[in-house]
């Protein structure tokens, strides 16, 4: 019979993920010391074995419940279906598809559109770009990006403490900055990182920066040893989806995104 449980052990959380890293490279990620505090980890048990694992992320101002279903969904169903007792009055949602309507009940769910999770698969079409324009920013930069997200990127998950990770950069025109590429998620412990942030200011777009700045942070992350490298992209961003292909990603799986808030 299976049971909903609380997991307190990296090494199970682990264990399950790299079953299929593309899919849970955020959970992997999350493991890390860094964002560790943050988690809290619910699984499926069934036999010993942990079935479907669900993360409830609260290092945002939302937090944010995440729900990538293995095949089949009807376990994770079962799942989402008990955390409802345990789930705050607001949050948001990464949930595999067939999956939101087990919060319908509760909740008023409002979906935010469909999304592929990406994964870097081509390694060799990054050899192609020069990305000696971008550099590195730091806490130095937290103005001049919170600017530059507020103008271009206002509906962004940036979290300044995230520069921390080194895994920022940026390109500028004349003493402003143009466009930008981070990270949502980064372990060296674990070797993951989740693309984020990215955005260029409106008025210099079409220049192909964002394939630059990305280009070269996604350059040094494998040179720091990242082994799985990935991001999430609205389904309907063709201009996003094409940099990020022309860049060496591919499409590995599909999910929705929601609010949920009190009936």
């Not at 944010?64 to 095949?71: H, I, K, R, V």
């Not at 060799?124 to 103008?151: H, K």
Request: charged content about 20%; hydrophobic content about 40%; aromatic content about 10%.
């Amino acid at each position: 019979m299976a049971d909903v449980v609380c997991l307190h052990s990296q090494d199970e959380v682990e264990r399950f993920c790299r079953r299929n890293p593309s899919l849970h490279l955020y959970a992997l990620g999350d493991l890390d010391d860094f964002f560790w505090p943050h988690t809290t980890w619910y699984a499926l048990r069934d036999e010993g074995q942990v079935r479907q694992l669900a993360l409830f992320y609260t290092g945002q101002p939302l937090p944010t419940l995440l729900a990538y279903a293995e095949p089949p969904i009807g376990p994770m169903r079962d799942l989402v279906h008990d955390l409802l007792r345990v789930l705050p009055r607001r949050f948001y949602a990464h949930l595999t598809e067939g999956v939101a309507d087990v919060l319908a009940d509760d909740y008023r769910v409002q979906p935010h559109g469909a999304f592929h999770k990406m994964s870097l698969t081509d390694r060799s079409r990054l050899a192609g770009f020069d990305g000696s324009e971008a550099v590195a920013l730091s806490a130095a930069d937290t103005e001049e990006l919170l600017a530059l997200y507020g103008a271009s990127y206002p509906g962004n998950w940036f979290v300044p403490r995230m520069l921390e990770t080194g895994c920022y950069f940026g390109i500028r025109r004349g003493p402003t900055l143009a466009s930008v590429a981070g990270v949502h998620v980064y372990s060296q412990r674990y070797q993951v990182a989740a693309l984020g942030n990215i955005t260029t200011r409106p008025d210099v777009r079409g220049q192909g920066l964002a394939t630059t700045v990305t280009a070269r942070l996604c350059q040094e992350l494998l040179r720091a040893g990242i082994a799985c490298l990935g991001l999430n992209v609205k389904a309907d961003n063709r201009g996003a989806l094409a940099c990020y292909e022309k860049l060496g990603l591919e499409r590995v799986a599909d999910y929705g995104e929601y609010s949920a808030e009190p009936k």
